[in-house]
């Protein structure tokens, strides 16, 4: 089922037609009961009161309809379409109407306990934007369709943090944790598909809460920090490796001392040491001949 437009009219002007007949069957009455007290006309006097219920039957089809809002109208439990103008609007008056709100709404899921592809416990929540894109779709397709935005997107939610891993070991697969942008354009493509046939359009979903579960979260605690340790020692020993090989290959071109394997081993040895050590060295003066 598709939106389509309602009818409806601008309700102003038609304010001057239930005046007009409220006017009439007013001075009706008033003509019949004064002519004869005793014995009024019967006739000017059923005009009149049929004028007036007819004018309090006609003000039942004024609505309104606030700016992005839609007013879904149905005729006996059958949809007669939706009236998106703005202002006072008139209609039949036999049509029921729904109001639908067409603004932008957002919400943030509660905090989901779910298993990553790797299988590890991790804690994930998101704050999805969305409106409704279809009025009729959106009352007639699902029965509550806020109710249905909100579950849906949980379990959206939950099928895209089974389908990555929270840290990525190969640096060409995408996680959790490292490619935000994909991780939310997926997870955004992953609400849509199920919130299509309620007549919603999904603006925007990111990920607000990421972390391990608690039974795991010190154990990958410690693994972070080690990774993060020997990140830096390759970083430190790399250094430390160019800056004695530039030493040797400076100290051989210059021709300042001339060393044989065994004291450029030493040497090395002695360099990386002081380079590579977490604490600072105490330096060793050597007063006698070099051998």
Known sequence: MNERNGFSVAGIPFIGLCLVLAGIGVALLISALHTQPETPAVAPLLTGVVLLALDAFLLKGYFQVAPNEGQVLQLFGKYAGTVRQEGLRWTNPFYTKQRISLRVRNFESGKLKVNDNDGNPI???????????????????VDDYENYVHIQSES??????QSYPYDAHDDGKPSLRSHGDVINSHLRDEIQARLGKAGVQVVEARI????????????????QQAGAIIAARTKIVEGAVSMVEMALDQLSQRGVVHLDEERKAAMVSNLLVVLCGERGTQPVLNTGTLY
């Open 156 to 161: 959206a939610l939950r099928q895209m943090a």
């Open 123 to 141: 804690e994930i929540g998101a704050v999805v934007v969305w409106q409704v894109l279809d009025t009729a779709e959106a009352v007639f397709c």
């Open 208 to 223: 607000s809460h990421l972390a391990y579960a608690q039974e795991i979260a010190q154990a990958m605690l410690q693994r």
